[in-house]
């Protein structure tokens, strides 16, 4: 591998980076066809060898966990910046972000009665904290609002176990996910309403081996704040089988939780300069935070180093496209999102030559394509479209697909700017078993499906910098 | 269910116990042409209701772990006799047997460096433990004898880290358990022969999520006993990418792990009794004790309960074979085999009327049917014919077949006595994701999947309790 990058890094010495797709082919060529060539030499390039699996190695067994507001993140955040530096990416910096800082601490939740037994447990992010001595009550074991409704009366006093189960992953629907994390997020709030003094709720996770799975939570207009935990899938079951039938479960939950003040944080971003039109834009990223358990491999480390790799591979190939390929690996995108806001936000006035945002943020499984979502639905539909003619192009990895749907929560705050939003999509089956969880670390990333992941995006990313219209464009 | 229960209980009151498979058939007839009715009779009942999860939640959740020497095992001992005393069945019985007390204590692994890290581990049951302050030392990582041999000099001194992966469960070929397990059994031994200071084993696992499995080692001769935990997938991948790339590993292991004068414990035996040749007896079961995580629900409660409520299904449909069925829930399996010893060498007497000893220990999942092992080979033959000719009176439920194979832990010890053991055979893809773990939990059996094995044990057992031959006999 070594050699094999070695020649090509050669190669980029000896001739000066040149823009393809000029000639023979005109602006009325279609794309796959005038980009063939260029696909088939980025798409072996990556595949022979490259970068990506030592960083990730870099970014999640050597740094590990990077929470916003922890040494941890910035250590990232500065790693990031310096491994773009000796790739050789053009104006690489840190665009300064403010950050919530919340911290874990200590933290337990015992069942007393019936018996004595260590729950699962991580507290949610957001939460506040109990007494040092915790919350001891009762346990009342709630599946969704029409149930919290209907016994609204019982609450008071109690501990909350909302038990909604996620379901089991499914090709045709996908995840489940929203309908497993609503009470993570909503749970405190809505148990708070009637006297709850603490919210358990089940881990969004159709599959477990003993395994909580932590995020975000909020309080929203709660005008009390109840301390919030995760439960493993193991232990909410469990409680729910001893409430139906009738024995009494009490709980002692204890958390040291607590919201520091907002830390100094950032935004890291580095490019491949346009040849010709460097002010217009195409942004890869995802983001460089992740929770405080395992060491975000999948969520989103994979995300960042497919980004970073991308740019990488195709400038060792001395393919310099007409527009800028920006890498952006947003901050605290898990418990709050100031990091995709302030770019937004900071970059206003260039989003309208922002040509596109693909973020990756499901994961390093099997490549499967990308999905568009664009506030002009129009150009959505031709988006799709064009993006279909490109993936043809990647049939030598897999099964390859354009649709209209979802992006990413850091691209987001760019639609409303009228930019061409993508998601970076992967095949789904598992990443919801691994996500917020101290399970989620490189063990569970394939190598090869690493690099499939840098081929398509480095392929994506040079053809929508380089191809004569932009995305979306009917012309 | 409880209705049709009630009326099953019913009839047993108004009919009196009577044979089946007298008349009009012979003893010439084929199995299961004379047992046809039986076998659906038993199968409709065990299906259309039955007590086995019940059961399973008063040993698994009500109870809990019971490992043994410890009050909880004592406590299921004395739940299985009760149960089977309100169940009707006769002769229950407790036989005690002098058990290992082992107990783990507190307990930690803590990388120190390269960097802070709780490492998910599991102390091995047999275990010394180390220092109130625990061992501190470079961890060394070894795959397998042939490069300890190579690495011999490097030993003295450090943690051994055995980083053997277990093979992802394969229908052909099994679990692939031997494999994963050798060194969890067997490695502090090897390791302290080189002047190891303490021994770690990667899980005996195929799929994880951030979670050890416990088990049983053994020191053999070793003159030198250090201490052994299991370590998670995750873990051990983890430090063995960071040797792989030559950074220094350093870990703190602390175990309180003590081991106590052995304790009292016991054989749990219930009957149902033989109503020509009551001496005759056919043995199922499987052992009542547990590790000290999760609540072995597949581990072995499911076997113990598929026991139970197989001669259940039989005295309530008022069927009182010619033979005695005998449920043995053996104790002390897992860290010692003292129950299925003692049960061998307390009844060795009777041994030459076993007529046959099954064995469930393989988790509750789908029923696949039976393997069957016998001293005597051109037996063992003839009796996996006659299975195979049982089993298809079970069509109803699935896919069945009966084949040579190993039977059970427990009824090993009376393989030299010349009885036909038999092994409870299920789908066993996913068993050894949950063995002796946190995760060994009631959410991860199937109700209809257990009452579907309470049917086919419950068929079995009837047919070899009263068919005119002893299984195996060649007329």
């Known amino acids: 591998m070594r050699t094999l990058i070695a020649l090509t890094t050669l190669a980029v010495l000896i001739s000066p980076m040149i823009g393809r797709g000029e000639s023979p082919t005109d602006s009325a060529t279609p794309i796959a066809d005038r980009y063939r060539a260029d696909a088939r030499r980025i798409v072996d390039a990556a595949l022979a060898g490259n970068d990506a699996w030592r960083k990730m190695e870099e970014l999640c067994d050597d740094i590990g966990p990077r929470l916003s507001g922890s040494p941890q993140l910035e250590k990232a955040i500065r790693w990031a910046a310096d491994a773009m530096k000796r790739d050789g990416q053009e104006n690489v910096r840190i665009e300064k972000v403010m950050v919530p800082h919340w911290v874990r601490g200590k933290e337990s939740c015992t069942m007393l009665t019936p018996r004595s037994h260590e729950i699962a447990m991580l507290g949610l992010g957001g939460s506040v904290g109990t007494p040092p001595e915790g919350i001891t009550a009762p346990v009342i074991v709630i599946h969704d609002d029409e149930e919290l409704e209907a016994r609204a009366a019982e609450v008071r006093g109690k501990i909350v176990l909302f038990n909604q189960a996620m379901p089991q992953y499914d090709p045709e629907k996908g995840s489940g996910y929203g309908t497993g994390v609503h009470y993570r997020v909503h749970g405190a709030r809505k148990a708070a309403e009637h006297g709850a003094v603490a919210c358990l709720a089940r881990s969004a996770t159709a599959v477990s081996l003993h395994t909580p799975h932590t995020g975000a939570m909020r309080y929203g207009d709660a005008k009390v704040k109840i301390p919030a935990a995760a439960v493993s899938l193991e232990d909410a079951t469990f409680i729910a089988r001893l409430r139906k039938r009738g024995v009494p479960v009490t709980v002692n939950l204890r958390m040291e939780a607590r919201t520091f003040s907002d830390g100094e944080s950032g935004n890291v971003i580095g490019e491949l300069r346009g040849r010709t039109n460097p002010e217009e834009v195409v942004v890869i990223g995802g983001h460089i935070d992740s929770w405080d358990v395992g060491t975000g491999a999948h969520d989103d480390g994979g995300g ?8 990488n591979v195709l400038r060792k190939l001395g393919l310099r496209p007409r527009r800028t390929i920006r890498v952006v690996l947003f901050t605290n995108e898990e418990n709050g999102l100031a990091g995709g806001r302030a770019y937004a936000a900071d970059h206003k006035n260039e989003l309208a030559n922002h040509v596109a945002a693909i973020e990756s943020d499901s994961g390093v499984f099997r490549p499967k394509g990308y999905t568009i979502d664009c506030e002009d639905e129009a150009r ?4 799709v479209k064009q993006m279909n003619d490109i993936l043809s192009l990647l049939s030598s990895i897999g099964e390859m697909e354009a649709s209209a749907g979802g ?15 993508m998601g970076h999509h992967v095949e789904g089956s598992t990443y919801f078993n691994y996500h917020h969880t101290h399970a989620d670390t490189l063990d569970k990333v394939d190598p090869v499906e690493l690099s499939q992941n840098v081929a398509m995006l480095a392929t994506v990313a040079y053809i929508l910098a380089d191809m004569p219209g932009r995305i979306g464009d009917s012309r």
């Open 304 to 311: 960042c180093v497919m980004a970073m790799e991308a740019i």
């Open 380 to 383: 959505e539909g031709v988006a």
């Open 407 to 421: 992006s990413g929560a850091d691209v987001g705050p760019m639609k409303s700017g009228g930019v061409v939003l």
